[in-house]
């Protein structure tokens, strides 16, 4: 039913900057679309995620000040603006969906039902 599709991933420099996007579309319910990242040997975190009823977001501490997380409901498109990367940010970055019939802004992996690829971001120091 909806298959996020991420990409942007990439290789820079301590304190330079990615943009993520993510595409998905067919939802008939409202929904949260969120970011989780995962580096080797390390257990999937959440990073960002933001509702369609109204566009508000919740940032994981780490990433406050420096990720933005903003939605683009005309291009179903969903992206993740990462600024000051840090060597620490490595990971493989994962967009995820899931429906409900509320607003549930939530950054627990079990909530998410529709998963993408995944997408390398390397941050070097």
């Known amino acids: 039913q909806v298959t996020p599709v991420e990409s942007g991933g990439g290789l820079v420099q301590a304190g330079g900057s990615l943009r993520l996007s993510c595409r998905a579309s067919?939802?008939?319910?409202?929904?949260?679309i969120g970011w989780f990242r995962q580096a080797p040997g390390k257990e999937r975190e959440g990073v960002a995620c933001?509702?369609?009823?109204?566009?508000?977001?919740y940032y994981t501490d780490s990433v406050k000040g420096r990720f933005t997380i903003t939605r683009d409901t005309a291009k179903n498109m969903v992206y993740l603006q990462m600024d000051n990367l840090k060597p620490e940010d490595t990971a493989v970055y994962y967009c995820a969906a899931f429906e409900a019939f509320e607003k549930i802004l939530k950054l627990e992996a079990w909530r998410y039902d529709y998963w993408g690829q995944g997408t390398q971001v390397t941050v070097s120091s």
């Open positions: 933001i509702s369609s009823v109204d566009d508000t977001t």
């Open positions: 067919g939802f008939i319910l409202p929904h949260s």
